[in-house]
């Protein structure tokens, strides 16, 4: 027997008499094999009847404990079938009390979503700690001493000296097709008033990434119905593209666009709204309900309304969801919006857990954070089912600054960056995206032999404008040569714009930037470009269904079909 003793404690409405202190003693001693210094605690809601504690075991001696094991002991006997009448009564005859063992801790202190437990030696992290009320928390500190756990629902139950149970199980979110045309909270439940989810699985929220063997390459393009990009930083199934830029930049509507352009594609997308207002997360569902998007996709909420652990475990949960149909072989589009409101969270989250700040007050363990949940982006390889999540992250910059903390550690991540300037969107350049800042990794490997033949010296003719733009700016005089070299620069920024929720689709895409670059739009008027633009392919699509047929195909534009395109485009001036 060990010299070391083990702590006890008596919980009971009345102090034990000796007697049952000595019977208690002798129970610590049959099972533990160790001497204990017993502690009696007054508990009057225990009622009649006692409940010992013996490190992270409880034993229930109570009323209520008595009657819910002789429950147990009726049911089992029960199940066996035959007449229930002898089977009660041989049941009660010959049943006697037993101790129920349970994982239980003590809560220390909590605030700020965040409770500290001690007496739970056993607890793993990202498990589920369950907290009285039935409140929900995750284990996020593991110390010496005590446990440090955020909490998933309203913590006003959850007071110092209250009871916590283990349960064993990790953090997770239900998953299954019942979630597509849903929106739910950050822990999978529906809050969009249409009733229950059924859900076909559960799926934990932290999982590891796939490793390189399940991988294949990125070359499928996830096509976002965006000239400026699909043209230039095209986005392959299986890639983590950043959106970046200041507020009020237009980086949603990039996004939104993209789940609206998936519509019969077989794409399935998962919008995963941090920290947002609830009023704009209400008209983003409004918008995919009148485009029909919602058909195919699905909205977790954890607005700034909610707790920073709801907003943590948000884009976890939305990425679960997503592998769920990635491993069933299905392509997946997830957005998180964004990401730098979801590491403010955290830090607060950190920062009262007691976890050392670092740069900007933001914990070291942040780069991980990130890490972990995009590196669950890919795209499988045949044997492992071949499906694939594409992520589109949001980051909010400040001023410009893509050099601080929370960016460069993204940027650093993801496989490009699609980067909106603020001066451009002031001037009207919609989308505002920076031709000389924005790049995709991915590339040529992403797009179409059409697209890509087409656009293959567009981003070169962008950046030559520009320097020429900035050189003469001060000028007095241009000679005409200059001045239609500019005039072409305007005529290319002119096509990228375009309006929010008209997407472009291929062919349309590549009859544009080959009439732009024969210069056959060089007539364009500036105002009211894009319907004049739009009113064009249509006549084209009614005149040259074959040409469409070809682009469609995937073929690269035969000299034939360029000169087509140049001459229908030119010709186009003239009609009224």
Not at 97 to 105: D, F, I, K, W
Not at 136 to 163: E, H, P, W, Y
């Amino acid at each position: 027997m060990s010299d070391r003793k083990i702590s006890a404690r008596i919980y009971s409405p009345e102090r034990p008499s000796a007697d049952q202190l000595e019977r208690f003693e002798r129970f610590i001693k049959q099972h533990y094999k160790r001497d204990c210094s017993l502690e009696w605690v007054r508990d009057e809601d225990i009622g009649e009847g006692f409940k010992l504690e013996v490190g992270t075991d409880v034993y229930d001696w109570s009323v209520e404990g008595r009657l819910s094991q002789l429950q147990e002991a009726i049911t089992s006997a029960a199940a066996a079938g035959g007449d229930v009448i002898p089977l009660l009564k041989s049941t009660v005859g010959s049943w006697t009390p037993r101790a129920v063992s349970e994982q239980t801790g003590t809560v220390v202190t909590v605030g700020d979503g965040v409770a500290t437990v001690k007496g739970l030696s056993g607890a793993e992290y990202g498990e589920i700690l369950l907290f009285d009320g039935g409140v929900r928390g995750m284990v996020q500190n593991i110390t010496q001493k005590s446990l440090g756990c955020m909490l998933f629902d309203d913590g006003d139950s959850v007071k110092a000296g209250g009871k916590v149970k283990r349960t064993g199980s990790s953090a997770g979110v239900p998953v299954g097709e019942g979630f597509i045309g849903r929106v739910t909270d950050a822990l999978g439940v529906p809050i969009d008033g249409k009733g229950e989810i059924t859900a076909s699985g559960y799926r934990p929220v932290e999982s590891p990434a796939p490793g390189i063997a399940a991988r294949q390459p990125v070359n499928r393009p996830l096509k976002t119905g965006i000239l400026a990009i699909d043209a230039m930083f095209p986005i392959g199934r299986g890639q983590r593209e950043l959106i970046i830029g200041d507020r009020q930049t237009g980086k949603t509507a990039i996004a939104i666009d993209a789940i609206l352009n998936q519509k019969n594609t077989g794409v399935i997308c998962i919008y995963v709204a941090i920290g947002q207002k609830a009023s704009s997360v209400r008209q983003i569902v409004k918008t995919l309900e009148e485009n029909g998007a919602m058909e195919y996709t699905t909205v977790v909420s954890a607005p700034a309304s909610d707790p920073a652990p709801l907003q943590y475990i948000a884009p976890y949960a939305g990425c679960a969801m997503a592998e769920y149909f990635m491993r069933k072989g299905q392509d997946v589009l997830i957005v998180y919006d964004d990401l730098s409101k979801h590491a403010v969270a955290y830090r607060s989250l950190s920062l009262v857990l007691g976890r050392s700040p670092g740069r900007e007050a933001y914990p070291g363990d942040v780069f991980y954070l990130h890490s972990r949940l995009l590196e669950r982006s890919a795209r499988l390889s045949a044997a492992y089912g071949g499906g694939s999540i594409t992520a589109l992250p949001i980051v909010e910059t400040l001023a410009g600054n893509v050099s601080s903390y929370i960016p460069t550690n993204i940027i650093s991540i993801t496989d490009g960056q699609i980067f909106l300037d603020t001066s451009l969107f002031r001037a009207g350049q919609r989308p505002a995206v920076n031709v000389g800042l924005s790049v995709s990794r991915v590339g040529g490997d992403a797009m179409t032999p059409c697209l890509k033949s087409v656009s293959g010296t567009l981003r070169l003719e962008l950046a030559q404008y520009r320097e020429m733009k900035v050189f003469t700016q001060f000028a007095n005089y241009l000679d005409d040569e200059m001045q239609k070299s500019l005039r072409f620069g305007e005529i290319l920024m002119n096509i990228l714009k375009q309006e929010q929720y008209r997407p472009y689709k291929e062919w349309e895409q590549a009859f544009i930037i080959a009439a732009a670059s024969s210069r056959g739009l060089d007539w364009l008027p500036d105002e009211d470009f894009e319907d004049i633009l739009r009113g064009i392919c249509r006549s084209f699509a009614d005149e040259h269904p074959d040409v469409i047929e070809r682009i469609n195909g995937g073929a690269k534009l035969s000299e034939e079909d360029r000169a087509t395109i140049t001459e229908f485009a030119k010709a186009a001036q003239n009609v009224k």
